[in-house]
């Protein structure tokens, strides 16, 4: 397992952007396929994206395809969420969470961040 702690996450306007940040404290970061997650008040945790540990594979939910980018750099230990054209149903808690597979569930991910909040106001 590794730790995780995310960051940039904040309140911003609808159809404004944000880049959320995940570093990863632990040597086997480039071994690990990445994932980020979002969980908004009363409802289930939710995949939002994910990229293989090569960073070739990629993939997002059709809600945020088009406007959300996942990308890593395995030198700085990192993954990004780039969110532009933010919606307010875009907020929520979001997390970053690391996979020795490729998965989209939540019961597949080892580990863990604990979460920045995003809010988008209308």
């Known amino acids: 397992q590794v730790q995780l702690v995310e960051s940039g996450g904040g309140l911003v306007q609808a159809g404004g952007s944000l880049r959320l940040s995940c570093v990863s404290f632990?040597?086997?970061?480039?071994?690990?396929?990445m994932g980020w997650f979002r969980q908004a008040p009363g409802k289930e945790r939710e995949f939002v994206a994910r990229?293989?540990?090569?960073?070739?594979?990629?993939k997002q939910v059709d809600s945020v395809r088009g406007r959300f980018t996942i990308s890593r750099d395995n030198a700085k230990n990192t993954v990004y969420l780039q969110m532009n054209s933010l919606k307010p149903e875009d907020t929520a808690v979001y997390y970053c969470?690391?996979?020795?597979?490729?998965?989209?569930?939540?019961?597949?991910?080892?580990?863990w961040g604990q979460g920045t909040q995003v809010t988008v106001s209308s």
């Open positions: 969470a690391a996979s020795p597979s490729i998965s989209d569930y939540a019961r597949d991910f080892g580990s």
């Open positions: 632990g040597r086997s970061f480039g071994s690990y396929n």
């Open positions: 990229i293989s540990w090569s960073g070739v594979t990629l």
